[in-house]
């Protein structure tokens, strides 16, 4: 019976070495997040934050308060677009790398937390991130120039 009970003890051990976090290939970067200007918005601010793993992936966590209270945000990595050359948030590019981690609801205060992992590659045109209302209209309290 003890014989069982340490192999399953080792057998447990083993396994747990195998999920193990994905090493760090680059260093961590802050962004922080520039308030839009939008009505109905209490001065949001907040930072994004990613780093590259090993793999080819890019972990990257938002922390944004003062947006609506109990409203779903979506955030993405965009590329330059043609609508404005001199402010990368206002020039409307495309979308790249798709969703950062998928739709959050801000809590009571409007403080809202996004993580996600996107390939590095996908994300080689990316010029900012911006976290947006998941509406018709999309309006966008924050951006972050890369």
């Given amino acids: 019976m003890k014989k069982r009970a340490l192999l399953a003890l080792i057998g447990t051990v083993a396994l747990a070495s195998c999920n193990?976090?994905?090493?760090?290939?680059?260093?961590?970067?802050?962004?922080?997040?520039?308030?839009?200007?939008?009505?109905?918005?209490?001065?949001?601010?907040?930072?994004?934050?990613?780093?590259?793993?090993?793999g080819g992936d890019r972990r990257t966590t938002l922390t944004v308060k003062g947006l609506k209270p109990n409203t779903d945000y979506l955030a993405h990595y965009h590329a330059m677009g043609a609508a404005s050359?001199?402010?990368?948030?206002?020039?409307?590019?495309?979308?790249v790398g798709g969703m950062i981690g998928m739709t959050t609801k801000s809590n009571?205060?409007?403080d809202l937390t996004i993580k996600g992992f996107q390939m590095t590659?996908?994300?080689?045109?990316?010029?900012?991130?911006?976290?947006?209302?998941?509406?018709?209209?999309?309006?966008?309290?924050?951006?972050?120039?890369?």
């Fill in 20 to 54: 193990q976090a994905p090493d760090v290939s680059g260093k961590s970067v802050t962004k922080t997040f520039t308030d839009q200007k939008l009505t109905g918005y209490n001065a949001p601010s907040g930072t994004a934050v990613f780093v590259d793993l090993t």
């Fill in 85 to 95: 050359t001199t402010d990368v948030c206002k020039s409307n590019g495309a979308v």
């Fill in 108 to 110: 009571a205060s409007g």
């Fill in 121 to 146: 590659a996908d994300l080689k045109d990316a010029k900012y991130i911006n976290v947006h209302e998941n509406v018709a209209g999309l309006p966008v309290p924050v951006c972050a120039p890369l």
